[in-house]
């Protein structure tokens, strides 16, 4: 099969760091993926690691990458309140020809 | 101006009733895909098109059709609605293999009653 597996919700204190889990299963994935859905938009690329690479910075956002255990992860630092949103994982093959969405995890930021 | 913009993008129809939904973009990609996106279940893809003269169905194609009218534009026919189509629609558009980002659409919010 080709799941993508994230955790539903996550709550965290303004100015924690938040880190959304996620499992994928086709080890052949050559692009993974992190978007962020506010209320009532659309999907927005926040950041985008190939399946050679580990580990990812870009400011507050940090994407760590386990090939060998499927799991990749995305760490946002110093979370606002303008962070909660449904947050979605993505693997897709090269080409995009193949992409599978996870079912997103809802983070709530309490002030 | 957005980059993929989808009209309508709200509608309430009846079951039995066709209905079209459509997507425009102006990144002069030559990718485009329309999804749908139901809670607790992610995105699941319809179909997609490589470029004008190709169309291919994806996950969940049945029920569905989609025309390619030019590079910019992509829209997605049900051809006779029923309920459990009711969903949040996506379209979204991606350059050329190697440039793999995904632009999305605003969303069409679907209810068949």
């Known amino acids: 099969g080709e799941d993508v597996e994230q955790s539903l919700f996550l709550s965290v204190r303004e100015g924690d760091s938040s880190v959304i889990n996620c499992t994928y299963t086709d080890s052949s994935s050559t692009y993974l993926y992190w978007y962020k859905q506010e209320p009532g938009a659309g999907l927005q690329l926040l950041t985008y690691?190939?399946?050679?690479?580990d580990m990812k910075q870009d400011q507050r956002l940090t994407v760590l990458l386990n090939k060998k255990d499927k799991h990749l992860s995305l760490r946002i630092a110093d979370t606002q309140t303008g962070d909660s949103a449904i947050y979605f994982c993505a693997e897709a093959l090269g080409g995009y020809q193949k992409v599978t969405f996870g079912t997103g995890t809802k983070l709530q930021v309490i002030p | 101006d957005a980059d993929v913009t989808q009209t309508p993008r709200n509608r309430i129809t009846k079951t039995g009733k066709r209905i079209m939904l459509e997507c425009s973009q102006t990144?002069?990609?030559?990718?485009m895909y329309w999804y749908r996106q139901d809670p607790g279940l992610g995105l699941r893809l319809i179909y997609y098109s490589f470029d004008v003269k190709d169309i291919n169905k994806g996950e969940i194609s049945d029920g569905y059709s989609v025309s390619r009218q030019a590079q910019a534009k992509f829209s997605l026919s049900l051809e006779s609605a029923i309920p459990n189509q009711t969903a949040l629609y996506f379209c979204?558009?991606?350059?050329?293999?190697?440039?793999?980002?995904?632009?999305f659409g605003p969303g069409t919010r679907l209810l068949v009653l």
């Open positions: 990144k002069g990609h030559d990718r």
């Open positions: 979204a558009t991606s350059g050329p293999a190697g440039s793999e980002t995904q632009y």
């Open positions: 690691i190939f399946s050679n690479m």
